[in-house]
């Protein structure tokens, strides 16, 4: 696996600046000017899509032409986080507004220009910002968590949209995952503090509180500020976190001790693990494939001059070889980069 972690330190001008930036590996930049600071940013998983937030307003691009196809404005306030269903088939919104909203990005694409598509399902049950969310395997049959500053994580069937658990802690959460079986929800707290939560508990219950003095046994500590974000290991047995304490670090879940520390300068945004490509390694391997520049102006309302535009050099792996896959992609102050 590899790990990939983001921070301020690294590209500072993400949060003063109204931009985005792609930097593939020959060192050649592609900016986006967009019309506010970019909060939040993901892929879709089989790499056909790029969302963005910016204040209050959702961003959908396709990558393989760069076409801007969609701005949604059904949330209030700003958009925190974004993810997509395991499928690609719908995509997930948190905002300050305390919703988070699904989407069926069929209908979003199919939407004629003058009308503002529906979200699937709109989730209100949060009473303060929603600061992350995650989604599990299954696509539109799949569970997705969301955190909140209300000091909550809930769970949720994304087909039906009905609330399946809430779990109350004593700090707001800032960051949540699943592990691949989702047997466990990983929760990040403000103060530190990584929660572990059974998913198969019994009896069942809706309605939980985690207590802390009596789950001592499933919390990690290490973190001296608030845990920004999380990631499991394919396997189960790794727990990667990032904080505003400038670590990311890495956990053994089962004995709960952090194997290892890596310092950073500034707060960390993002931090995650993926699988690494087996000729990464390798650059004679991989070819080249055009990254066309990213519309500002949604599809059919571009200039002459933005059409004709050309585009930087994406290097993607052997088994990536479709237009438009490839990357890693990282939403907060880091940007993203292939």
């Known amino acids: 696996t590899r790990v990939l972690f983001l921070s301020p330190s690294r590209a500072p001008a993400w949060t003063e600046q109204p931009l985005c930036s792609f930097c593939p590996q020959d060192q050649l930049q592609q900016k986006i000017i967009c ?74 694409l199919q939407a004629e220009p003058s009308q503002i598509p529906d979200p699937r399902h709109v989730w209100s049950r949060h009473s303060l910002p929603i ?17 909140s500053l209300d000091q909550t994580a809930k769970l949720w069937e994304v087909s039906s949209g009905e609330l399946l658990l809430s779990v109350l802690f004593d700090v707001g959460i800032m960051a949540v995952t699943l592990d691949l079986s989702e047997y466990h929800m990983f929760c990040g707290g403000m103060d530190g503090s990584i929660f572990q939560v059974d998913l198969c508990a019994w009896p069942v219950q809706r309605d939980r509180t985690f207590q802390t003095e009596r789950e001592n046994g499933k919390v990690f500590k290490g973190h001296r500020n608030q845990v920004t974000c999380l990631s499991v290991s394919t396997d189960g ?19 709960k001790q952090c194997l290892k520390t890596m310092n950073h300068k500034g707060p960390v ?70």
């Not at 993901?42 to 209050?56: D, H, K, R």
């Not at 600061?131 to 955190?147: E, H, I, Q, V, Y």
């Not at 047995?237 to 004995?255: A, K, N, Y």
């Open 131 to 147: 600061t992350d969310l995650c989604c599990g395997f299954g696509g539109p049959l799949a569970r997705a968590a969301t955190a």
């Open 35 to 108: 019309p506010g600071p970019v909060t939040c940013l993901t892929a879709s998983p089989n790499g056909l899509y790029i969302l963005a937030g910016v204040a209050e307003s959702i961003y959908l691009w396709e990558v393989s032409n760069g076409n801007l196809l969609a701005i949604l404005n059904r949330h209030y306030q700003d958009l925190t986080c974004l993810c997509f269903t395991d499928d690609s088939s719908h995509f997930l919104s948190g905002a300050k507004d305390c919703l988070a909203l699904v989407w069926n990005l069929y209908s979003v």
């Open 237 to 255: 047995s790794l727990l990667l976190s990032g904080s505003h304490d400038e670590t990311v670090r890495l956990w053994d879940i089962q004995s």
């Open 269 to 338: 945004t993002n931090a995650f693990i993926v699988l690494a490509p087996a000729n990464m390694f390798n650059p004679d391997g991989k070819p080249s494939v055009p990254l066309p520049k990213f519309s500002k102006h949604l599809h059919g309302t571009e200039s002459n001059d933005e059409q004709g535009s050309e585009g930087v050099t994406l290097r993607l792996g052997l088994h990536q070889q479709v237009p438009g896959r490839g990357g890693c992609w990282g939403g907060g102050t880091g940007g993203w980069g292939g």
